[in-house]
């Protein structure tokens, strides 16, 4: 996910793009870069780095123009780099580029350009857009040249782009990543959200995908690929700063429970291709060292731990490694006993927790190999290991971890399948299943989002309530974990998670009238029947039964004051989905509580201490 910012003004605009990019930091901060236009001449600055470290190196102010675009970074394709930093132009410096998503078909376009002797300076994907506008700007006109490369490239975008030879015109573009105008007083904006403009306009204009709009700084005009003009209803935003950074949503938690399926297509995008799983070059282990693995070890803390838990039951599921799972904390003080064929697999959102830093380097002290699955690039401990591969959920602001966990679950996922096909112990019928099912989860997803009535109506029930327990089996035991830190996180109200079956080993002696059990039981064929049974049990002593069963389920209802349904989907992928209506209902408790959502008590984003 990356931030971009664009400008077409009367009057000078470095300081209103850098105020935007100040804005839109928290989209990405791997680099950044700005570009103006001085005597239809590109004036570009850019570098690796935050927006304060760059601009302290080259100093964006200094660039002077009436029309500009801006990007900070966070990068899909191509390395951090100075090379790879946004803008990008074309060979003849004739247009200028910014771009958030990822273009799928850029290495064929790409192709075809060297055939016609563009030379490119980047790895990214983005640069090829520059490149095929320019390559079309002999024949067409500027707005034409854009629409046509849009109509030729496949994929995810949201564009800012320059002609060097037209520098009354900025155009904005998008499929499928938010791009939004600003319309101002003798100037108009473009910009991936809000709050980046929202100090110089209130006037907004939503583009939907695959419009592109031409702004002048007295005129806005949308057009759809085929060049037919879209008229657009002007909205007026009355949030306040600090509310826009949210986009809109009360907390930052909230808003990133609802980013999830954009967040789970952007961490499997390009990563399933023809059938296979392709990591970028930042996971650096070859085939043949991977079939050599014959045992896992996950190293995490919290959130992160609980997605090594079904990751534990991916692994040894389906591609039957013996897998197991320590507590980071645990893991550094055991001397564990490791060996050459055992890979570390720690798994960070931050990439800065100390314990999981700590056991890493105890891991490393046995000569094993490492991985790492992390959400910030190029942070602790992902220069520590020795692959990385990063979730695409971009900054995770709350401190309760969300989307951070969900696109954990996606990156275990696809590493299952590629060992799974390594070791043979999948048909190719069940790979492809496996692929096509995970491929259908943002979809399912945003289908679990859109319902949450029932879950509404339990926060309103059950937020004064001093206790709960969360119970699952099998993939969903460690979703019966989540869901229980969640709620204990955000509301304060004491939870706990354990395994559905474990209950009548003591913690049913906790039930009664006025404690709400939470049952993860979306229908499968290992336990479904035991745990219909686990329900009776609680519902025999008065317990109140809230559900998370499959659609269709016509047992669980009957026996639970409260069902919310999922989608159907392979047993292991239930766990993806039957996190998110957990995440909602802790925080909608929180809320209900007046508790400080993005950031609770004694809590830290990122424990950095041990
Ligand atoms: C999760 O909601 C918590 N904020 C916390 O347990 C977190 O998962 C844990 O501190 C690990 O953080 P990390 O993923 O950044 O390493």
Same mark, same amino acid.
């Given at each position: 996910?990356?931030?971009?910012?664009?400008?077409?003004?009367?009057?000078?605009?470095?300081?209103?793009?850098?105020?935007?990019?100040?804005?839109?930091?928290?989209?990405?901060?791997?680099?950044?870069?700005?570009?103006?236009?001085?005597?239809?001449?590109?004036?570009?600055?850019?570098?690796?780095?935050?927006?304060?470290?760059?601009?302290?190196?080259?100093?964006?102010?200094? =660039?002077?123009?009436?029309?500009?675009?801006?990007?900070?970074?966070?990068?899909?394709?191509?390395?951090?780099?100075?090379?790879?930093?946004?803008?990008?132009? $074309?060979?003849?410096?004739?247009?200028?580029?910014?771009?958030?998503?990822?273009?799928?078909?850029?290495?064929?376009?790409?192709?075809?350009?060297?055939?016609?002797?563009?030379?490119?300076?980047?790895?990214?994907?983005?640069?090829?857009?520059?490149?095929?506008?320019?390559?079309?700007?002999?024949?067409?006109?500027?707005?034409?040249?854009?629409?046509? #490369?849009?109509?030729?490239?496949?994929?995810?975008?949201?564009?800012?782009?320059?002609?060097?030879?037209?520098?009354?015109?900025?155009?904005?573009? %998008?499929?499928?990543?938010?791009?939004?105008?600003?319309?101002?007083?003798?100037?108009?904006?473009?910009?991936?959200?809000?709050?980046?403009?929202?100090?110089?306009?209130?006037?907004?204009?939503?583009?939907?995908?695959?419009?592109? #709009?031409?702004?002048?700084?007295?005129?806005?005009?949308?057009?759809?690929?085929?060049?037919?003009?879209?008229?657009?209803?002007?909205?007026?935003?009355?949030?306040?700063?600090?509310?826009?950074?949210?986009? $809109?949503?009360?907390?930052?938690?909230?808003?990133?429970?609802?980013?999830?399926?954009?967040?789970?297509?952007?961490?499997?995008?390009?990563?399933?291709?023809?059938?296979?799983?392709?990591?970028?070059?930042?996971?650096?282990?070859?085939?043949?060292?991977?079939?050599?693995?014959?045992?896992?070890?996950?190293?995490?803390?919290?959130?992160?731990?609980?997605?090594? =838990?079904?990751?534990?039951?991916?692994?040894?599921?389906?591609?039957?490694?013996?897998?197991?799972?320590?507590?980071?904390?645990?893991?550094?003080?055991?001397?564990?006993?490791?060996?050459?064929?055992?890979?570390?697999?720690?798994?960070?959102?931050?990439?800065?927790?100390?314990?999981?830093?700590?056991?890493?380097?105890?891991?490393?002290?046995?000569?094993?190999?490492?991985?790492?699955?992390?959400?910030?690039?190029?942070?602790?401990?992902? %220069?520590?290991?020795?692959?990385?591969?990063?979730?695409?959920?971009?900054?995770?602001?709350?401190?309760?971890?969300?989307?951070?966990?969900?696109?954990?679950? #996606?990156?275990?996922?696809?590493?299952?399948?590629?060992?799974?096909? =390594? %070791?043979?112990?999948?048909?190719?019928?069940?790979?492809?299943?496996?692929?096509?099912?995970?491929?259908?989860?943002?979809?399912?997803?945003?289908?679990?989002?859109?319902?949450?009535?029932?879950?509404?109506?339990?926060?309103?029930?059950?937020?004064?309530?001093? /206790?709960?327990?969360?119970?699952?089996?099998?993939?969903?035991?460690?979703?019966?974990?989540?869901?229980? =830190?969640?709620?204990?996180?955000?509301?304060?109200?004491?939870?706990?998670?354990?395994?559905? #079956?474990?209950?009548?080993?003591?913690?049913?002696?906790?039930?009664?009238?006025?404690?709400?059990?939470?049952?993860?039981?979306?229908?499968?064929?290992?336990?479904?029947?035991?745990?219909?049974? /686990?329900?009776?049990?609680?519902?025999? %002593?008065?317990?109140?039964?809230?559900?998370?069963?499959?659609?269709?389920?016509?047992?669980?209802?009957?026996?639970?004051?409260?069902?919310?349904?999922?989608?159907?989907?392979?047993?292991?992928?239930?766990?993806?989905?039957?996190?998110?209506?957990?995440?909602?209902?802790?925080?909608?408790?929180?809320?209900?509580?007046?508790?400080?959502?993005?950031?609770?008590?004694?809590?830290?984003?990122?424990?950095?201490?041990?």
């Amino acid at each position: 996910m990356c931030g971009i910012v664009g400008v077409v003004s009367g009057k000078d605009v470095s300081q209103k793009l850098f105020s935007g990019l100040l804005n839109l930091e928290y989209r990405g901060y791997d680099s950044v870069g700005m570009c103006v236009i001085k005597d239809k001449n590109f004036k570009i600055k850019k570098d690796v780095g935050k927006i304060e470290q760059v601009n302290n190196k080259v100093n964006f102010l200094s =660039l002077h123009g009436n029309i500009g675009i801006a990007h900070c970074r966070w990068s899909t394709h191509g390395g951090v780099t100075k090379n790879n930093a946004h803008p990008h132009t $074309g060979s003849r410096n004739k247009i200028s580029i910014v771009h958030n998503g990822i273009i799928e078909n850029y290495s064929e376009i790409k192709g075809e350009l060297q055939k016609k002797k563009h030379v490119f300076s980047s790895e990214t994907d983005t640069e090829v857009i520059a490149h095929l506008i320019e390559s079309y700007l002999d024949i067409y006109t500027f707005e034409k040249a854009v629409r046509e #490369a849009l109509k030729k490239i496949e994929g995810s975008y949201a564009l800012g782009i320059l002609c060097a030879d037209e520098p009354e015109k900025l155009i904005g573009a %998008r499929n499928e990543s938010p791009l939004i105008i600003g319309v101002g007083n003798n100037e108009n904006f473009i910009s991936s959200d809000i709050p980046s403009i929202l100090t110089q306009t209130n006037k907004i204009v939503y583009l939907e995908d695959k419009e592109m #709009a031409v702004l002048t700084k007295d005129n806005v005009m949308v057009f759809d690929l085929e060049g037919k003009e879209k008229k657009k209803k002007i909205h007026i935003i009355n949030w306040n700063a600090e509310a826009a950074q949210k986009s $809109g949503y009360k907390h930052f938690m909230l808003k990133e429970i609802y980013e999830q399926p954009r967040a789970i297509a952007d961490t499997l995008n390009e990563r399933v291709q023809n059938g296979s799983i392709v990591f970028g070059k930042e996971f650096g282990f070859s085939n043949n060292y991977l079939s050599k693995v014959n045992r896992i070890v996950i190293i995490g803390c919290g959130t992160s731990w609980h997605a090594g =838990l079904v990751g534990k039951f991916m692994l040894e599921e389906l591609a039957k490694i013996p897998t197991e799972v320590e507590y980071a904390s645990e893991f550094r003080y055991r001397h564990p006993l490791l060996d050459k064929s055992t890979l570390i697999i720690a798994i960070s959102q931050s990439g800065e927790t100390a314990d999981t830093i700590a056991a890493l380097k105890e891991a490393k002290k046995h000569g094993v190999k490492t991985l790492a699955i992390c959400n910030v690039m190029g942070s602790s401990i992902t %220069r520590i290991s020795d692959g990385v591969i990063y979730t695409r959920a971009g900054p995770e602001i709350g401190v309760a971890s969300t989307k951070a966990f969900t696109t954990q679950l #996606a990156v275990l996922y696809l590493l299952t399948i590629l060992f799974s096909k =390594l %070791r043979k112990t999948l048909n190719k019928t069940q790979i492809k299943d496996m692929i096509e099912s995970i491929r259908k989860i943002p979809l399912q997803l945003q289908s679990v989002l859109d319902e949450y009535d029932e879950i509404l109506k339990c926060a309103e029930l059950y937020h004064n309530k001093q /206790n709960s327990l969360y119970l699952g089996r099998g993939v969903n035991f460690p979703i019966a974990l989540e869901g229980a =830190l969640k709620l204990k996180e955000v509301s304060y109200m004491h939870a706990e998670g354990y395994p559905a #079956a474990e209950m009548k080993h003591g913690p049913i002696a906790l039930i009664d009238k006025s404690m709400p059990v939470v049952f993860i039981a979306p229908h499968d064929v290992y336990t479904y029947k035991k745990v219909l049974g /686990n329900i009776e049990e609680v519902k025999a %002593r008065g317990g109140i039964i809230i559900a998370i069963a499959t659609e269709g389920d016509k047992e669980i209802p009957q026996k639970s004051k409260h069902t919310i349904f999922i989608p159907k989907t392979l047993y292991t992928l239930s766990s993806i989905l039957s996190v998110v209506p957990l995440q909602l209902l802790a925080y909608h408790i929180a809320d209900k509580l007046g508790r400080d959502v993005d950031k609770p008590r004694n809590l830290a984003k990122s424990v950095v201490v041990e």
